[in-house]
């Protein structure tokens, strides 16, 4: 009969199988939040950033995203505030006549403040 081709078993390539690529994780969140009158400026950014990139991923439950919202609200509520301040200091600064001469502030005064 018709000779027949031989037919070449090829070696299983597995490695060359469809991989999912990561997805990252999201960082985990605190159940208690940071007291935002203990965060320093840097901190305060840097938590409104994180939560800024969360609600622009539109993936979190309604009830999660409004909370996130006023805790951003919050965040950048008090890091005004902290700007405000240091303008404050640097007009302070500026005000002399003679230049950028400091005027001398009561340390209770700088204080509260913080």
Known sequence: MGSRAAVTALPRRSHLRYRR???????????????IESMDFETLLKELSQSVERLERGNLPLEESI???ARGAELLKAARAVLDGAQARLEVLMSTPEGLATKALDPEEFLKER
């Open 67 to 69: 909370a996130l919202y």
């Open 21 to 35: 690529p990561a997805i990252p994780e999201e960082e985990p969140v605190a159940d208690t939040p940071v007291p």
